[in-house]
């Protein structure tokens, strides 16, 4: 019987572990970020985020609207979502009042996303050229710049980047990235650089 109630013990334990291994650090510091302004907004209303109701939920989204990007009300909702989840009650996010007061300030204010600039060939120039004047680790920089300018790599993908993931073939390079802001779960993808 004590071995049973050992094992249950350390499945328990692992299960927790695993549990809060299936959101990174960010994401939940975001979840609490985004609940914490919510909560603080219920407050100053007298209206209860915990549990909350769509109808609340609506009223802080038009509110939230009038300075906020239509994506960060999206994540908004999420973050909601998932601390009610976490405190074991239901919020349905897809009620009607929540998703027609979505489209009507969609219609508004629109959803168009911001996107930040590529480096142009002629900065990537430049960025070489201020790196030739280096003394230290040159080469090495320059082999960053370059391949994560060809392969489109993140920032953290570059970082990451062992020498095992690394082959080069006869048509360039094949690079494994192991895990990515796009793959949270560590899958893998392997791109293609060629020569």
């Known amino acids: 019987m004590n071995n049973l109630v050992t094992d249950l ?39 209860a985020s ?16 009038k300075s906020s990007k239509f994506s960060t009300l999206r994540r908004r909702i999420a973050s909601i979502s ?5 405190k074991g009650h239901y919020l349905d996010t897809k009620h009607p009042i929540i998703m027609e007061n979505l489209h009507g300030i969609k219609r508004t204010l629109g959803s168009k996303q911001k996107s930040k600039k590529p480096i142009l060939i002629n900065d990537l120039k ?29 920032r953290s993908e570059l970082v990451n980047l062992e020498n095992d993931d690394i082959e080069f ?4 390079v094949k690079i494994l990235i192991k895990r990515s802001k796009t793959d949270q779960s ?5 791109k293609g650089i060629p020569y």
């Not at 959101?23 to 985004?34: E, G, H, M, V």
């Not at 998932?82 to 976490?86: G, L």
């Not at 560590?186 to 392997?190: L, R």
């Open 9 to 47: 013990k350390n499945l328990e334990l692992e299960t927790l572990k695993n549990l809060r291994n299936s959101k990174s650090l960010n994401t939940l510091r975001a979840y609490q970020s985004d609940y914490k302004d919510f909560s603080a907004f219920c407050i100053k209303n007298g209206l």
């Open 50 to 65: 915990m549990p909350t109701e769509p109808k609340i939920l609506s009223i802080y989204l038009t509110h939230l609207s």
């Open 82 to 86: 998932v601390i009610h989840k976490i």
């Open 126 to 154: 430049l960025i070489i050229k201020a790196l030739d004047e280096e003394k230290k680790e040159k080469l090495r920089n320059r082999a960053l710049i370059l391949v994560g300018f060809a392969g489109g790599f993140r």
């Open 169 to 172: 073939v006869d048509e360039g």
């Open 186 to 190: 560590g899958e893998g993808i392997i």
